[in-house]
């Protein structure tokens, strides 16, 4: 059943990607990150998540922005829905490991470029 959702929820995203809709998708991106975490079982895990995600929401719309990132996500998510067809554990821990991974990385990338804009202002450097 919360397969079923994954997938809905991706196909979903992958027709407001193709609309260019950031915000839609940030909104619709983060009810299928419920159902995944809601599935772990894990409410802590859960609260943590759902707070960095209200904290990081700006930059996380940024990411989205870039050219080409919603559709990769859209088969990031494609590929965990498989593996998780298949109960290959190993394949979606690491699916989900790299997705998370370059999810940092693209909000690490974010602050660093926000900082260096931020500090050319404040440094007349506009």
């Known amino acids: 059943k919360d397969i079923e959702k994954l997938e ?10 193709k609309d260019g809709d950031v915000k839609n998708f940030f ?3 983060n009810e299928f990150h419920e159902v995944f975490i809601k599935a772990a079982g894990n409410e802590k895990l859960y609260e943590m998540i759902n707070q960095l995600v209200m ?4 930059l ?3 990411s989205l922005s870039q050219p080409g ?3 990769v ?6 590929n965990m829905i498989a593996a998780f067809k298949e109960h290959d554990g190993d ?10 991974t370059i999810g940092a990385d693209v ?4 602050m660093t470029q926000e900082g260096a804009v931020a500090e050319g202002v404040a440094a007349g450097q506009d």
């Open 8 to 17: 809905s929820i991706n196909e979903r995203l992958a027709q407001i990607a």
């Open 27 to 29: 909104r619709v991106h």
């Open 55 to 58: 904290r990081f929401k700006r």
């Open 60 to 62: 996380r719309l940024a």
């Open 69 to 71: 990132r919603m559709e």
């Open 73 to 78: 996500s859209v088969e990031e998510h494609r």
């Open 91 to 100: 394949r979606a821990d690491s699916l989900v490991r790299h997705a998370a």
């Open 107 to 110: 909000l690490i990338q974010s």
